[in-house]
């Protein structure tokens, strides 16, 4: 059996997920369209699971695994469900397999949360988006789409009054002022923000930077979720 193969289901949050988040299931295969090189997908050591390579698609033997009850259970957290490269078909089995299971929450994040409005949901979820800068970024770091048209779909009257995250990792190089009152637009019920913790030579800002920020989105009423990547800012 390859590497990656072997049965997954689902299985307890651990190391540096959100720690809200209780349990994780993944049951996308294939390569994320969007090629983000800090992608964590990308092992340096054994290189990508084989369960990640390829054309996307349904694992099919997690398509029966009992999702139970009483969990907060990040979907996907090792792919992007909502990618361009992932068929409508495919993303709604997946949902529909969560909606099988009420007594839990979901939690979904996209870089491309233009597709959240395409689909139909289970009954409690939380929507995540990745938003790591306000600056464009070049096809060399990512092809997903522009933050800027993150944006404006998390701040779309849609996503109004849905429960939300936004997640600024890995953060890179920013202007306060507009990505501030980008926040202030999507008015997340949180943030994360954390750093590029694989040394992948992304543009970042300096710590004091990003403390400026905090306090400007404090300032809005917004929570703050520092992830502890943050402290090696501190030694740029």
Known sequence: MKRGEED????KSEGNMYGWVTHVHAELGGECAHKCSYCYVNNRRFGRAARYCGEMRIIEKERGVELGRGKVIFKEHMNDLFAEGVSGEI???ILDHCERWPGNKYVYQTK????YSEFRFPEFVIYG???????KIT???SLAPEPLERMKAMSSGSMQEREKFLTIEPIMDFDVDILASWVDLIRPNWVNIGAD?????????SREKVDILIERLKGYGVEIREKSNLERLKRM
């Open 8 to 11: 997954m289901g689902i299985r």
């Open 91 to 93: 993303i709604q089995v």
């Open 112 to 115: 491309n949360p233009g597709r």
């Open 129 to 135: 988006a990745t938003i790591e800068t306000n600056r």
């Open 139 to 141: 096809s060399a770091i």
């Open 197 to 205: 913790s694989k040394g992948n030579g992304l543009p970042e800002p």
